[in-house]
């Protein structure tokens, strides 16, 4: 999919097991930036994500979104002939990228000492949900489990309520970036001594690490905090966290010196100094005294837009709490291509996906990618990959070793 199209990683091949969303954003990062990514399919049906979220034209847009920039390989992976083929082209790839339940790549055959065997230098990025190794390793889990092994999802809700999840992939696509950054590490290593590697990365892991101070506070205070959910305001800043305003809410961060900044924008310049509110220690002994403040003083503008604006006339690090709908015509995500329309051919017009996160001076446009039926590339990666003739291919799809979605 990427023929021709020049970017950082151009050049690398990558042999992408992956279904889902973590590990199809780990090789999808690698793709938007340059990398040749084949995308093997276990034939009749394909990656189970083709059948997934909303529809148009029958072809998941889910599927599209977190497929862009792959080539499509359906093969029968329990015909030893299509294991023979993965077989040629592990030779013939820097990366192989799976996100199979631990065991399964071994049942397989392909587990890092086969691979290694195949071609010594190969890399193989294996992403789960709580890791190769340790007791729960043998376990299924999605995004949501390891997030609750983590102690992040006792973190997320009201005090006093059930616990929360976050209706977005936060685990899944952090623990595919973090996949990337270990691919390319290993690669570095690679240049440098020859050899190739087994990369472990776990969702339970990347989630522990979003405990930018719950973990160390535990020890550190002698078991004083004890970290729990607290609901819109932060545990160790105020005011910090989610207020009331008319028509909608504000997202408001006050650390240390900005509490003077919010005072003036209140017109409240005699609360500097108060001793009840001059320091976080007072505030947050005081969180609710300040939020009733801030938040009657909210309710005197006549929407979120105009807090907004009047709030960053003083330097108050302040947000509004957009929707999602919201964020499609923002006018700072759009021109930074943080939302971006793409078309897809087999879909009647143009929608939004999340743009490519990273910006590249050299390379300041996105590719223009998109996502493949289902064995579409069978015979550009036989034929490329491995030197195979057309007849070849057309015996192995009468077979029923390949399988192609009729266009």
Not at 202 to 213: G, K, Q, S, W
Not at 302 to 309: E, G
Request: proline content about 6%.
């Amino acid at each position: 999919m990427n023929e021709g199209m020049n970017h950082c990683l151009t050049g690398l091949r990558v042999l992408d097991f992956t279904r889902a969303l973590a590990g199809p954003t780990c090789s999808r990062m690698l793709a938007e930036m340059g990398a040749d990514v084949i995308k093997v399919e276990s034939a009749p049906n394909g990656d189970l994500s083709r059948g997934a979220s909303v529809f148009r034209n029958r072809r998941s847009v889910f599927f599209v979104q977190h497929n862009r920039g792959k080539k499509s390989f359906c093969v029968n992976l329990r015909d030893p002939r299509g294991m023979a083929l993965i077989a040629e082209l592990v030779q013939q790839v820097d990366v192989v990228v799976e996100n199979f339940k631990p065991g399964v790549m071994a049942e397989m055959g392909l587990d890092y000492e086969r691979l290694k065997a195949l071609k010594p230098d190969i890399i193989l990025c294996s992403i789960s949900a709580l890791g190769q190794t340790g007791p729960l390793a043998h376990k299924p889990g999605y995004d949501y489990i390891a997030q609750a092994y983590a102690g992040v999802t006792s973190m997320i809700g009201e005090k006093d309520e059930a616990p929360y999840i976050p209706l977005v992939g936060l685990g899944d696509v952090s623990t595919g970036v973090h996949g990337a950054l270990a691919v390319l590490a290993a690669l570095r290593h690679r240049d440098r001594t020859g050899r190739g590697q087994h990369l472990d990365v776990a969702l339970l892991d990347v989630y522990y690490n979003f405990h930018e101070v719950n973990v160390h506070q535990i020890k550190a205070s002698g078991g004083k905090i004890k970290p729990t959910r607290v609901g819109r305001h932060m545990t160790y800043l105020s005011p910090g966290g989610v207020f009331r305003a008319t028509g909608g809410h504000v997202v408001i961060m006050s650390f240390f010196h900005h509490w003077p900044d919010l005072c003036r924008a209140m017109e409240r310049p005699d609360l500097i100094d108060d001793p009840r509110y001059k320091n976080d220690l007072v505030r947050l002994e005081r969180r609710d005294e300040v939020v009733k403040i801030i938040e009657d003083w909210l309710h005197t503008f006549p929407d979120v837009p105009s807090a907004v604006a009047h709030m960053e006339r003083f330097n108050v690090p302040v947000a509004p709490v957009l929707s999602v709908e919201d964020t499609l015509s923002y006018p700072h995500l759009r021109e930074r291509g943080t939302v971006r329309t793409i078309s897809d051919a087999t879909h009647d017009g143009e929608f939004d996906v999340p743009g490519f996160p990273l910006k590249f001076s050299e390379f300041p446009e996105e590719l223009p990618l998109t996502a493949p039926t289902l064995g579409q590339h069978n015979e550009e990666v036989l034929t490329q990959y491995l030197g195979r003739t057309a007849a070849d291919v057309q015996k192995l799809r009468e077979a029923g070793v390949l399988k192609e979605e009729r266009r």
